[in-house]
């Protein structure tokens, strides 16, 4: 599976923006979807999770209520909506898979995750 991100953009603080990850194969049902990101000098953080067959999702905080991860199993794609974005979210914005979480809980770590999209630019002007 390779997957590639797309939708990063330039906004202004309060905008909106929407990140696309497709797959290049089916995602399996068991597997986990992670948006995680990185900003310039700093950690790469986790943002959203997503397990495929249930849709259920876990947020970091900093997120919760501006941030939706959702996904396409028509279409092998999961989503990023964005709103009311802040400058603090200006990062690169990475998807990844995790193909064998054998029915443990989401996790925020990114070394749980197998494979990663290339990243997609997000930048928020004050």
């Known amino acids: 599976v390779q997957l590639q991100a797309s939708g990063g953009g330039f906004v202004q603080a309060g905008g909106s923006l929407r990140l696309s990850c497709a797959a290049s194969?089916?995602?399996?049902?068991?597997?986990?979807m992670g948006w995680f990101r990185q900003a310039p000098g700093k950690e790469r953080e986790f943002v959203a999770a997503l397990t495929w067959r249930e849709g259920r999702t876990l947020y970091t905080d900093s997120v919760k209520g501006r941030v939706t991860i959702s996904r396409d199993n028509a279409k092998n794609t999961v989503y990023l909506q964005m709103n009311s974005l802040k400058p603090e979210d200006t990062a690169v914005y990475y998807c990844a898979v995790r193909q064998n979480p054998n029915k443990t809980p989401l996790a925020t770590s990114g070394a749980y995750f197998d494979l990663w999209g290339q990243g997609t630019q997000v930048t928020v002007s004050s």
């Open positions: 194969a089916p995602i399996l049902s068991n597997y986990h």
